[in-house]
T-cell receptor, first 113, second 118 residues
Framework: GDSVTQMEGPVTLSEEAFLTINCTYT??????LFWYVQYPGEGLQLLLK?????DKGSNKGFEATYRKETTSFHLEKGSVQVSDSAVYFC????????????FGKGTKLSVIP | GAGVSQSPSNKVTEKGKDVELRCDPI?????LYWYRQSLGQGLEFLIY????????KSGLPSDRFSAERTGGSVSTLTIQRTQQEDSAVYLC????????????????FGSGTRLTVV
């Protein structure tokens, strides 16, 4: 079955540090890949997505590239801010006709001034 | 409404009692999903409703869990004879399901109901 593995947290960084959160997946076919973010007290929000190999999703300074050869979708940001403190979830949707999202366990990021 | 609304936001219940969790999806979204977020775990798919079609219940963990969707809008997730392992955040999401793009961009989550079974 489909699965998503992401790095365990929590991750604590100083403001302006570089962020990488690793994500690898197992899926049949050609999945769509996502990063969702959950800010404290809020619902999950779509941060970025990619639907095919070598696609790069980007939003709010975050980026992730769909690497089919390594089945990875690592999240990066060059300079984090305190406001980026949240829980980040990597997820996939298996492809045409599929509506169910499969999530990783989430990585809590805390950014300190 | 403007977003997916869930109620209550928090629920504490005694072991063995039944609970009902409510989800009001975005107006016009015909697809509705329930997920469970347990401590230290990812989000776990529970059930999917699409229009008048039979729901996909493949993710329900036991027969104590059931859900219904009335009039194609509001949904209620019911947990009977609650157990401590049912403690989790229950998330509802809705989307337009017609195309992959609509699913991917329109998948909108509510803030969840935090259920604590004591």
């Amino acid at each position: 079955g489909d699965s998503v593995t992401q790095m365990e947290g929590p991750v604590t960084l100083s403001e302006e540090a570089f962020l990488t959160i690793n994500c690898t997946y197992t899926a049949t076919g050609y999945p769509s890949l996502f990063w969702y973010v959950q800010y404290p007290g809020e619902g999950l929000q779509l941060l970025l997505k990619a639907t095919k190999a070598d696609d790069k999703g980007s939003n709010k300074g975050f980026e992730a590239t769909y690497r089919k050869e390594t089945t990875s979708f690592h999240l990066e940001k060059g300079s984090v801010q305190v406001s980026d403190s949240a829980v980040y979830f990597c997820a996939l949707r298996s492809g045409a006709g599929s509506y169910q999202l499969t999530f990783g366990k989430g990585t809590k990021l805390s950014v300190i001034p | 409404g403007a977003g997916v609304s869930q109620s209550p936001s928090n629920k504490v219940t005694e072991k063995g009692k039944d609970v009902e969790l409510r989800c009001d999806p975005i107006s016009g979204h015909t697809a509705l999903y329930w997920y469970r977020q347990s401590l230290g775990q990812g989000l776990e798919f529970l059930i999917y409703f699409q229009g008048n079609s039979a729901p996909d219940k493949s993710g329900l963990p036991s027969d104590r869990f059931s859900a219904e969707r009335t009039g194609g809008s509001v949904s209620t997730l019911t947990i009977q004879r609650t157990q401590q392992e049912d403690s989790a955040v229950y998330l509802c999401a809705s989307s337009f399901p017609r195309t992959a793009r609509e699913i991917d961009y329109g998948y909108t989550f509510g803030s969840g109901t935090r259920l604590t079974v004591v």
